[in-house]
């Protein structure tokens, strides 16, 4: 079944004790969730057996890493592998969001094999795409998206993208205060939507959740999660204040 979902991506950001107050009021204002709502909060490595501890006995609240190794084990140094994500209590990983392949140089074929790593550990994957300004003024964005999908995804069995989860992330509109109109973004996700269909069939595309992420706020999140094709969102800065995030899980209808 398709799932509403809003993630909240803390990025580098908060200590541990910032986190935890974040956590705790995000939980306290929350409204109880329906089950086919969500809420995951990506916080850095360090915090999230905290963040997990805390959110274990709210319903449908869950945690994220937000990256895991391309590998399963042994000596690479500074690496987290996708089964010590799993063995800490998180059920989430964001796997391709733009500023892991913009600054430390993801490619899409590392990408399939973070995939690869995620699912053999049980994980669900967020998989973030998303194309630059310039493609978007090419008018190539289509193209570049999908080509995104198809390097890093689809050498998946349909069974295994039962797993997946899409974020749409223009990255012209990430940080930026700019961001995709309810139109643009109906429409990019409708383009996903169909690009999943044609690889993996109707009901895997029907049931797929595909979130927008890029300068989402409480004064325009009601109006982007009322797109057909938008099922909740990836939230950087907003989901580093509390009320701000309450604000925009509470816009997804
Ligand atoms: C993100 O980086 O995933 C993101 C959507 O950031 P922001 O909301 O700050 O644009």
Not at 103 to 125: C, G, S, W
Request: charged residues 15%.
């Amino acid at each position: 079944m398709r799932k509403k979902i809003i993630a909240g991506n803390w990025k580098m950001n908060l200590t541990i004790a910032e986190g935890k107050q974040l956590v705790q009021d995000v939980i306290n204002g929350l409204q109880a969730l329906p089950h086919h709502k969500e809420v995951v909060f990506a916080p850095p490595f360090l915090q999230s057996v905290m963040v997990s501890e805390l959110v274990n006995k709210t319903n449908n609240v869950f945690v994220a890493a937000q990256n895991c190794s391309a590998f399963a084990n042994g000596a690479y140094t500074g690496e987290i592998s996708a089964t010590m994500i799993k063995n800490a209590g998180m059920p989430y990983v964001l796997i391709g969001h733009s500023e892991r392949r913009d600054y430390f140089n993801e490619t899409p074929t590392l990408l399939a094999q973070k995939v690869d790593q995620a699912l053999a550990a049980r994980l669900q994957i967020i998989f973030c795409c998303g194309e630059p300004l310039n493609s978007r003024e090419q008018a190539t964005h289509n193209q570049f998206v999908a080509d995104q999908l198809r390097d890093s995804l689809f050498h998946l069995d349909a069974k295994a993208m039962e797993n997946i989860t899409i974020a749409y992330e223009p990255i012209w509109a990430i940080g930026t205060g700019l961001t995709a109109s309810a139109k643009q973004a109906q429409y990019m996700h409708a383009h996903i939507r169909a690009t999943i269909h044609a690889q993996y069939g109707e009901t895997i595309a029907k049931d797929l959740s595909i979130l927008y992420g890029g300068s989402c706020k409480p004064n325009n999140a009601a109006e982007l999660f009322a797109c057909e094709d938008v099922d909740g969102g990836l939230i950087g800065g907003a989901s580093l204040v509390a009320n701000d995030f309450i604000a925009i899980i509470n816009a997804m209808a």
